[in-house]
């Protein structure tokens, strides 16, 4: 029996189509972001015993004839950009993981051809606010994320931007890290209140960078495919993001007194 679920993320939604066992795996994973509207992009998930194509230890992924293919060892797929539907076929040892690594990257795809980015970022919504902590494999986004429990934390891993109604907004994902839990997130819109490259510290302070420096660091944060997408669009998404937000690099401790620094220097 097929069931379909529907999810939306930063705006985008996207219809799944899943046996009915495997959607209560797919559901714990999504349920935050689940949609009662209609998708725009149908996806059929399959479970198969084995995937006929090459299987590659890291993904490959191409777009031709206006369709987006992406393989790797855990799953083989396809969406039709232009007729908007899909199918994927996945192993069933790592069925969950394997569609959540699929839909992250159809997510960062959809939403760049919508004119947006998806951050390797944290987020943390503060007073109707995002606000994005950025930087290089453990520079403390999970940390940040950990110690801001009190304020709603969009992600640890994956930050969804967007440019919509004449300003940037960011949205939480269900793309997290390694080490903290499937099905969290917060699937709403934020204002972004200023972005936030992480440095490990014995003191905590601000440094404000300059537009030329913004724009070189907030280059090194997308999820993005230089073999498929354009690097002049990401080029102008960045200098405009740049442009009309706060970047700073924030000298922290392991703790929330970051917190007292923000709100001190960003009004």
């Known amino acids: 029996m097929t069931k379909q679920l529907n999810i939306k993320i930063a705006n985008i939604s996207v219809c799944l189509m899943l046996d009915d066992w495997f959607?209560?795996?797919?559901?714990?994973?999504?349920?935050?972001?689940?949609?009662?509207?209609p998708a725009e992009y149908i996806l059929q998930v399959n479970i198969v015993d084995d995937i006929s194509q090459n299987r590659p230890y890291s993904p490959e992924i191409a777009i031709q004839d206006n369709r987006l293919m992406m393989t790797s060892e855990e799953f083989s797929g396809y969406m039709d950009m232009r007729k908007k539907e899909g199918e994927v076929d996945i192993l069933p040892k790592w069925a969950p993981g394997a569609l959540a690594n699929f839909v992250k990257n159809l997510y960062s795809v959809l939403i760049f051809s919508d004119g947006g980015l998806m951050l390797h970022a944290?987020?943390?919504?503060?007073?109707?606010?995002?606000?994005?902590?950025?930087?290089?494999?453990?520079?403390?986004?999970?940390?940040?994320?950990?110690?801001s429990g009190n304020y709603p934390v969009l992600t640890d891993e994956?930050?969804?931007?967007?440019?919509?109604?004449?300003?940037?907004?960011a949205y939480g994902t269900p793309f997290w890290g390694e080490h903290t839990k499937a099905g969290e997130g917060i699937s709403g819109s934020f204002e972004i209140g200023g972005l936030f490259k992480l440095i490990k510290n014995n003191q905590v302070y601000l440094k404000r960078l300059s537009y030329g420096q913004a724009i070189a660091e907030i280059l090194t944060v997308p999820e993005f495919y230089d073999n498929l997408l354009s690097v002049e669009k990401l080029l102008n998404l960045c200098m405009d993001l740049a442009r009309v937000t706060p970047c700073y690099e924030l000298y922290f401790l392991p703790d929330s007194?970051?917190?007292?620094?923000?709100?001190?220097?960003?009004?």
Not at 23 to 37: L, T
Not at 158 to 169: D, P, Q, T
Not at 257 to 267: G, L, N, P, Y
């Open 158 to 169: 994956l930050v969804a931007i967007r440019y919509l109604n004449g300003s940037f907004k």
């Open 257 to 267: 007194s970051f917190w007292r620094c923000i709100d001190e220097h960003i009004k």
């Open 23 to 37: 959607s209560h795996q797919v559901d714990a994973i999504y349920h935050r972001f689940a949609s009662d509207k």
């Open 122 to 147: 944290a987020g943390v919504a503060k007073n109707g606010r995002a606000y994005i902590f950025f930087g290089p494999s453990e520079s403390g986004k999970s940390t940040i994320a950990g110690v």
